[in-house]
């Protein structure tokens, strides 16, 4: 599928996220699932793993918002050097970054998991920044969900649907080790939370949002839908 035509589907799709976040909604959402040369878009499935940095299209106020006017990962920690994960997004002004090996940045001894190479993530979060997902839920029901992760303060995450609470608060566990050598590491040790939270979904396209709600300071990478043990 080429990128015309992912566009016009995500057309068709603006229909069912206006009528996933219901008849109440101020006005339709006009947020679209991201979608570039790499990843073609679309809706993001459930069950699955949900990437975080595949947030929607549509900018400030209504894909995200943050208190942030550019991205403070791509093309800038990253610098602009014509490489797709460098430049990823750089012109959104959510932080996004990638994992990377040398310099044992986010493959060193104080990981508690092992992340992908080159997983793309959300960084630099702050307390009231929040970001929507737009996902397709291949069949109701009771959902588990894991989230991979940094923190270096702990913290406290929501989730919501079409525009509702869904999660009120997940306490997320800090990262940060005592024995950590190098200051600037602790942002990079990385975890897997298992069973944040358990959710109810409904069949079909929905709109998922990620909202930072204390501390900030966490690299989120993604948030993993399994259906629930019963």
């Known amino acids: 599928m080429n990128l015309r035509s992912v566009s016009g589907a995500c057309a068709s799709l603006a229909l069912s996220c206006a009528a996933a976040l219901g008849a109440g909604a101020a006005s339709p959402y006009l947020g679209r699932p991201f979608a570039d040369a790499v990843h073609k878009g679309g809706p993001q499935e459930i069950p699955g793993k949900v990437q975080c940095a595949y947030y929607d299209l549509g ?81 109701g029901g ?51 939370m298992r069973n944040i939270a358990t959710v109810e979904l409904p069949k079909g396209v929905n709109v998922l949002t990620v909202r930072i709600v204390t501390e900030g300071n966490m690299n989120l990478a993604s948030l993993d839908f399994r259906p629930a043990a019963r």
Not at 115 to 129: H, I, R
Not at 143 to 164: E, F, M, P, Q
Not at 166 to 174: C, E, R
């Open 59 to 139: 900018g400030e106020g209504v894909a995200y918002h943050t208190v942030d006017t550019r991205n403070k990962g791509s093309g800038a920690l990253n610098p602009a050097n014509g490489t797709y994960l460098n430049e990823f997004r750089m012109n959104e002004a959510i932080g996004t970054s990638y994992t990377k090996l040398h310099d044992a940045i986010d493959f060193n001894p104080y990981d508690l998991v092992k992340p992908p190479m080159d997983q793309l993530y959300v960084g630099w979060t702050t307390p009231g920044e929040w970001f929507n997902i737009t996902v397709n839920v291949d069949h």
């Open 142 to 192: 009771s959902y588990a969900v894991d989230l991979l992760y940094t923190s270096n303060r702990g913290g406290k995450i929501a989730l919501d649907l079409n525009g509702n609470a869904l999660v009120p608060g997940i306490d997320i566990v800090s990262t940060a080790s005592p024995a950590e050598p190098i200051p600037w590491r602790q942002w990079h040790h990385w975890n897997v």
